[in-house]
T-cell receptor
């Protein structure tokens, strides 16, 4: 069964460094998402992406964050200058359509630790 | 704004006992409702979802959930717990309008099964 994959599974970085989290969505899906979960808190929506444009973003997704689909398969989340509070599990998801009832398929997550 | 409340961050049941995980949403217009499960070191996997039609929804692994509009609830049940059901369970909503595809999650419930 097709699945969403994410790399790396764990990343440790120093505050102020740039990190890029990578995702390979399901191949025929057109809509892509990033969510994050700070330890002990809810899973929160960050951004949705379609046709090489951001469709929607949350208040969390400020200028330090960017997303890109650099080729036909990868979808990346970049954090330009990491802060301690960026430490979280980051989940990538994809869906076939943008219908609100469409299932979003999630990857296993990247655990980011900012020191 | 949509919100989801899951009563009980931890639920513990004996093997073979009924599993009941509670989820309430806040929305004047019923949204689309989802239950996801996360096994250790894995991504979020869809258990079931309610879009329209029959209010009792059956999902994978013997789980089901009933949408009750009058109670703004979407509780998850399984008649007989199995050791393999130990995981974290997330209730989520999207919509209710098309284009509102981001998922809003509850805080999650960790289910423990006692032998």
């Amino acid at each position: 069964e097709p699945e969403v994959t994410q790399t790396p599974s764990h990343q440790v970085t120093q505050m102020g460094q740039e990190v890029i989290l990578r995702c390979v969505p399901i191949s025929n899906h057109l809509y892509f998402y990033w969510y994050r979960q700070i330890l002990g808190q809810k899973v929160e929506f960050l951004v949705s992406f379609y046709n090489n444009e951001i469709s929607e973003k949350s208040e969390i997704f400020d200028d330090q964050f960017s997303v890109e689909r650099p080729d036909g398969s990868n979808f990346t989340l970049k954090i330009r200058s990491t802060k301690l509070e960026d430490s979280a599990m980051y989940f990538c998801a994809s869906s076939l359509t943008r219908l609100a009832q469409e299932t979003q398929y999630f990857g296993p997550g990247t655990r980011l630790l900012v020191l | 704004a949509q919100s989801v409340t899951q009563l009980g961050s931890h639920v513990s049941v004996s093997e073979g006992a009924l599993v009941l995980l509670r989820c309430n949403y806040s929305s004047s217009v019923p949204p689309y409702l989802f239950w996801y499960v996360q096994y250790p070191n894995q991504g979020l996997q869809l258990l079931l979802k309610y879009t329209t039609g029959a209010t009792l929804v059956k999902g994978i692994n013997g789980f089901e959930a009933e949408f009750k509009k009058s109670e703004t609830s979407f509780h998850l049940t399984k008649p007989s717990a199995h050791m393999s059901d130990a995981a974290e369970y997330f209730c989520a909503v999207s919509g209710p309008y098309q284009g509102a595809q981001k998922l809003v999650f509850g805080q999650g419930t960790r289910l423990t099964i006692n032998p």
